[in-house]
């Protein structure tokens, strides 16, 4: 029952129909239920919009634009929902639960009449809303739209009646994580502590320069300066830029993100700063542009090195005057988005080269926060395959874990696509593995083969006779298995091929030999011994 003495609150999804879809003049879901409620006297105060990504949160501009060109005076609250699977369920039901806590807290103690829209959004997230309204896990009323299609030319909205249905009574989202053999962990909490509690994006680290990275970005967070950081692909930046907005004043407004290298040139201003309707050929609607997205959040700019000259130049003064110019219009709009901008590229190379403007350079690195590549923190290789292998199973309800052969390999490995190369890795071993322990053998080939490509051929016995070792230190293990096997070949192919005369020329029986073949050695002798190392 509708009491007329509390703020009536909307939460829907914002989807590829908000706020119009793309060749019809007609109101998408959100819109068209706010105008018919307004008509009705009954209007929304508030409209929570959650967004998954860039484009719904720019969405959610364009649909605040509209609704206050047709007189509409809700108040619009966009909000980022970083899922990465927009279809699956799990991960979706428990970052509904964190967002929904969110809100109660934003929302404060004012009463208000929540809803929930079940039009906008993939099916997953409509049942997940669903499921949150009528199991009593956040009390909303459900409103489902009727297409004008079905519904005698116009959209309809109509409260969904659940009188009949059986009641539904279900457990707070629990991740479905299982211990691994060798450690015992508790389960997480309820969903309303896990929201304001747990990190699931938490950083995994004891290196001492990523530790300095993120102290850095703690302190970054605290300011509003631009943000510069610098790092080989698959480091972390996207992540680190997350953390900077989630700590700052900032982080209850959209964090959006902008990947410059995948943006057409033709239509990167447009991308960046919107458009006004029939600003171009195709410009059928005016859209806000990702700047205006941001507008109270973050804007967070991967590979800004990629941009050409003249959107350097437009952005720098985006940065300068907190405003935007749309294409095709002469009128400049506010946009006060804090810039976080992250490349791989070499900056001041660029600049020699004439690729890339110094002041905006200068205007870019206010902090400037560099990420170490995986190789040079060598130490967290084992803390993020476990973190990884737990996200997994968390996923699937398996209980795959790393055997120590597999671990060694993994922190002997040189990593050139780093933190991210780690974790595809390793979904494609336990994707792929026969068994739940995850030997050496079910780690990708260039992995496995990597530590058997060196050579002993050749090497003399000074350099031998040499140890240097690094900075970050070695493992030794790994080291160990490392020279046990250039060894193992080298008798191989001394004797031709026959194990039991490669085992009388290293001291072994033949029986240990075979062992080591097939435990400890299994991943190099798959790769063959006859090509030399």
């Known amino acids: 029952m509708l009491d007329m003495n509390k703020a009536r609150s909307l939460i829907a999804f914002v989807g590829l129909r908000d706020p119009y879809p793309e060749v019809e003049d007609e109101a998408g879901p959100i819109l068209a239920l706010l105008l018919d409620a307004a008509k009705a006297g009954k209007p929304f105060e508030e409209a929570w919009l959650l967004c998954t ?35 699956d369920y799990a991960e979706i039901w428990g970052l509904l639960g964190t967002s929904l806590a969110a809100i109660k807290e934003r929302a404060g103690p004012l009463g208000r009449d929540w809803s929930f829209l079940l039009d906008s959004g993939t099916p997953q997230m409509k049942t997940s809303l669903f499921l949150a309204a009528r199991s009593g896990l956040f009390e909303a009323a459900l409103i489902q739209g009727i297409p004008p299609r079905f519904a005698g030319g116009a959209y309809k909205a109509r409260e969904v009646r659940v009188e009949g249905m059986p009641e539904m009574r279900l457990q707070p989202p629990v991740a479905a994580r299982e211990a691994r053999p060798e450690r015992v962990e508790s389960p997480p909490p309820p969903f309303w502590v896990e929201a304001k509690t747990r990190d699931a994006e938490a950083p995994v680290a004891t290196s001492a320069s990523f530790e300095e990275v993120l102290r850095k970005a703690a302190s970054a967070a605290r300011y509003e300066d631009p943000v510069l950081i610098l790092g080989e692909t698959g480091t972390g930046k996207t992540m680190i830029a997350r953390r900077i907005h989630a700590a700052s004043a900032r982080k209850s407004a959209p964090f959006v993100e902008v990947n410059c290298s995948a943006i057409a040139e033709s239509l990167a201003e447009s991308e960046l700063f919107g458009h006004i309707r029939n600003a171009f050929t195709g410009a059928e609607k005016a859209r806000s542009g990702k700047f205006r997205a941001a507008h109270g959040g973050t804007l967070f700019l991967d590979e800004v090195g990629d941009l ?7 952005l720098l003064k985006a940065l300068e005057d907190k405003a935007v110019t749309p294409v095709g219009s002469d009128e400049a709009v506010s946009a006060d988005a804090r810039l976080i901008a992250a490349t791989n590229r070499d900056l001041p190379a660029l600049i020699k080269e004439g690729r890339f403007r110094r002041d905006l350079y200068e205007r870019l690195k206010v902090v400037v926060i560099e990420l170490p590549p995986l190789r040079e923190r060598r130490q967290d290789v084992r803390l993020l395959a476990g973190r990884f292998i737990d996200d997994w199973n968390t996923q699937y309800s ?6 120590e052969d597999a671990l060694l390999l993994l922190e002997a490995y040189s990593w050139p696509g780093n933190v991210r190369e780690l974790r595809n890795a390793l979904r494609s071993a336990a994707c792929a593995a026969a068994s739940e322990a ?3 053998e079910a780690l990708p080939v260039e992995i496995r083969g990597a530590l058997g490509a060196r050579r002993v051929a050749g090497q003399s016995t000074e350099a031998s006779a040499c140890v240097d070792i690094p900075g970050e230190g070695i493992n030794l ?8 096997w250039e060894h193992v070949a080298a008798a191989l192919r001394k004797a031709e091929g026959n194990r039991e005369a490669a085992a009388k020329l290293l001291g072994m ?11 400890r050695l299994a991943a190099f002798a798959d790769e063959g011994w006859e090509e030399g190392m």
């Open 438 to 440: 995850l030997g050496p």
């Open 477 to 484: 293990k790994a080291r160990l298995l490392q020279v046990e």
């Open 509 to 519: 029986t033949g029986h240990a030999f075979r062992k080591a073949l097939r435990e």
């Open 398 to 403: 398996e209980r795959r874990y790393l055997t």
């Open 53 to 87: 990504g860039g484009t719904f949160l720019e969405r959610a501009r364009d649909l605040e634009r509209e609704a206050r060109d047709e007189g509409l005076l809700t108040r619009f609250l966009p909000m980022d929902f970083p899922v990465r699977d927009v279809i």
């Open 308 to 314: 050409s000259l003249d959107l350097q130049a437009k």
